[in-house]
């Protein structure tokens, strides 16, 4: 099975809080060689810190700020080079084996902490691995400590457009500006960015958050409500406008995925589709893009089985309209399984794309094909709950309903607001407790959403019928 292949962990981005005791521990080691000036045995404890939590940030920062102090700070314009013969031999291992890659480019980063190919290198890898705070930095460090590479400094601030940064993508092109004056495209970059922040604070959005920790409900929460206020005749005012733009330098990014997600506003899911994918062609290697194209894929296909369900719904005597409606779920199925298995293999390390996987699988009804990812999946923060709640859908599936107990309550006992994920979660663990004979558990379970949403489902039902059953 692929899965056998990938690696057992393949961690996300990380915080301090996120680190496991042992490297909490190294970590306060490490800090405190930096107060006592041991930036060598900082070094070499950070460097087994990263080796096990390669998404910690802040920790590959503490590393390489100490690197820094110990070459002896900013070198001279050209001492600090390009990437050499090890770094060129470390780009095709980076390509086969991200994560795995990442260790042997820190050593080779200790050597010489501005070298541009050993930080070019990690920046591209980073983003193979989503890690897009840690691509960042990449950059970043040569923006710090060797601004003259102006080519490096034009890839950092195209990847701040694709991530909707504007106005950290037009600091960057005017530190380009400030040591090359003749640089055209940094002159407009800056001018460009400049315009499109101050858009972007127009309409309420602040375009600063944490790369990589903005999930896609969120980022689609903030498109919404961007763009709430225009109506239907307005958003094909914007497209033409846009289509515009486009025509006159199909290759700015910030305009395809502006022209991309306004049709996706519209519903107009192939037309979305299409953009997505150019806008992941012509940006840094952003997955997300990569991701969003897919589920307009997704999205037209569930309108084609809305559609149909409709049909059958209106003339539930129309027997080709049932099996149309059957053949059509039924190939989806498996065309989703196909495609989001093509998708975890192009990145394996995105956890949500491991539950996308997982959700059809289960849909398909290969529950322990789906438990694997789903597993995986629980690593990111923001769809946790949801993750816990459908893994214990599955093991009920498969008849292991201690198992299933297991993942309803862990996931019950993170959420402290009475939601409708927690009713839902509630809910369910309530109907697995009912099913195995458990009354008294599963009274409490109903109980719990009866005294804040007396019309949830059937609670109301179950709790008032224990009172005179």
Same mark, same amino acid.
């Given at each position: #099975?692929?899965?056998?292949?990938?690696?057992?962990?393949?961690?996300? %981005? &990380?915080?301090?809080?996120? +680190?496991?005791?042992?490297?909490?521990?190294?970590?306060?080691? $490490?800090?405190?060689a930096v107060e006592m000036q041991n930036y060598k045995y900082t070094i070499s404890l950070m460097q087994a810190v990263m080796r096990e939590a390669p998404g910690f940030?802040?920790?590959?920062? +503490?590393?390489?700020?100490?690197?820094?102090?110990?070459?002896?700070? /900013?070198?001279?314009?050209?001492?600090?080079?390009?990437?050499?013969?090890? &770094?060129?031999?470390?780009?095709?291992?980076?390509?086969?084996?991200?994560?795995?890659?990442?260790?042997?480019?820190?050593?080779?980063?200790?050597?010489?902490?501005?070298?541009?190919?050993?930080?070019?290198?990690? @920046?591209?890898?980073?983003?193979?691995?989503?890690?897009?705070?840690?691509?960042?930095?990449?950059?970043?460090?040569?923006?710090?400590?060797?601004?003259?590479?102006?080519?490096? =400094?034009?890839?950092?601030? %195209? @990847?701040?457009?694709?991530?909707?940064?504007?106005?950290?993508?037009?600091?960057?092109?005017?530190?380009?500006?400030?040591?090359?004056? &003749?640089?055209?495209?940094?002159?407009?970059?800056?001018?460009?960015?400049?315009?499109?922040?101050? #858009? #972007?604070?127009?309409?309420?959005?602040?375009?600063?958050?944490?790369?990589?920790?903005?999930? %896609?409900?969120?980022?689609?929460?903030?498109?919404?409500?961007?763009?709430?206020?225009?109506?239907?005749?307005? +958003?094909?005012?914007?497209?033409?406008?846009?289509?515009?733009?486009?025509? $006159?330098?199909?290759?700015?990014?910030?305009?395809?995925?502006? !022209?991309?997600?306004?049709?996706?506003? #519209?519903?107009?899911?192939?037309? $979305?589709?299409?953009?997505?994918?150019?806008?992941?062609?012509?940006?840094?290697?952003?997955?997300?893009?990569?991701?969003?194209?897919?589920?307009? /894929?997704?999205?037209?296909?569930?309108?084609?089985?809305?559609?149909?369900?409709?049909?059958?719904?209106?003339?539930?005597?129309?027997?080709?309209?049932?099996?149309?409606?059957?053949?059509?779920?039924?190939?989806?199925?498996?065309?989703?399984?196909?495609?989001?298995?093509?998708?975890?293999?192009?990145?394996? &390390?995105?956890?949500?794309?491991?539950?996308?996987?997982?959700?059809? +699988?289960?849909?398909?009804?290969?529950?322990?094909?789906?438990?694997?990812?789903?597993?995986?999946?629980?690593?990111?923060?923001?769809?946790?709950?949801?993750?816990?709640?459908?893994?214990?859908?599955?093991?009920?599936?498969?008849?292991?309903?201690? !198992?299933?107990? /297991?993942? =309803?309550?862990?996931?019950?006992?993170? =959420?402290?607001?009475?939601?409708?994920?927690?009713?839902?979660?509630?809910?369910?663990?309530?109907?697995?407790?009912?099913?195995?004979?458990?009354?008294?558990? $599963?009274?409490?379970? @109903?109980?719990?959403?009866? %005294?804040?949403?007396?019309?949830?489902?059937?609670?109301?039902?179950r709790v008032e019928g224990s009172y005179t059953g």
């Open positions: #099975m692929a899965e056998q292949k990938t690696p057992k962990e393949q961690p996300i %981005e &990380t915080t301090e809080a996120d +680190l496991p005791r042992n490297l909490r521990d190294l970590l306060t080691k $490490a800090k405190g940030v802040e920790g590959r920062k +503490l590393l390489r700020n100490s690197e820094i102090i110990l070459a002896g700070g /900013k070198k001279k314009k050209g001492l600090f080079g390009g990437g050499g013969l090890g &770094t060129m031999k470390l780009t095709g291992f980076a390509k086969k084996d991200p994560l795995g890659a990442l260790d042997a480019i820190e050593k080779e980063l200790e050597k010489d902490p501005y070298n541009s190919g050993a930080n070019e290198l990690l @920046f591209e890898t980073a983003l193979r691995l989503n890690f897009l705070e840690t691509a960042a930095f990449a950059l970043e460090t040569i923006r710090s400590g060797a601004p003259e590479n102006t080519k490096l =400094l034009h890839k950092l601030a %195209e @990847f701040y457009l694709t991530r909707e940064l504007p106005q950290r993508a037009a600091d960057v092109y005017r530190d380009i500006c400030k040591h090359d004056p &003749t640089d055209t495209a940094a002159v407009k970059g800056e001018k460009d960015s400049t315009a499109r922040a101050s #858009m #972007m604070k127009q309409r309420g959005e602040s375009g600063e958050y944490i790369l990589g920790k903005k999930d %896609e409900a969120e980022t689609l929460a903030l498109e919404k409500s961007a763009r709430a206020a225009l109506t239907g005749d307005q +958003l094909v005012e914007k497209v033409e406008e846009l289509v515009a733009e486009y025509e $006159a330098d199909p290759n700015n990014v910030a305009v395809v995925k502006e !022209l991309a997600s306004t049709y996706e506003e #519209m519903e107009d899911w192939a037309n $979305a589709r299409t953009f997505y994918e150019w806008a992941y062609q012509i940006s840094a290697g952003d997955v997300a893009l990569k991701s969003r194209a897919g589920r307009m /894929k997704d999205k037209a296909a569930e309108y084609e089985l809305k559609t149909l369900q409709e049909a059958v719904t209106l003339n539930p005597e129309d027997t080709e309209a049932k099996e149309k409606l059957d053949e059509v779920r039924s190939s989806r199925i498996a065309e989703q399984v196909a495609e989001r298995r093509k998708r975890v293999e192009q990145n394996p &390390t995105d956890p949500q794309l491991r539950f996308d996987l997982g959700e059809v +699988l289960h849909r398909a009804g290969e529950y322990s094909e789906a438990i694997p990812h789903l597993q995986q999946a629980t690593r990111n923060p923001h769809i946790r709950t949801r993750v816990l709640l459908l893994l214990g859908r599955t093991f009920d599936a498969k008849g292991m309903h201690d !198992l299933a107990v /297991k993942q =309803l309550s862990d996931a019950n006992a993170e =959420l402290m607001v009475m939601d409708a994920t927690k009713k839902e979660i509630l809910y369910e663990l309530g109907l697995i407790h009912d099913n195995q004979g458990d009354k008294t558990a $599963a009274l409490e379970c @109903f109980k719990q959403i009866y %005294e804040v949403d007396y019309g949830y489902r059937d609670v109301a039902a």
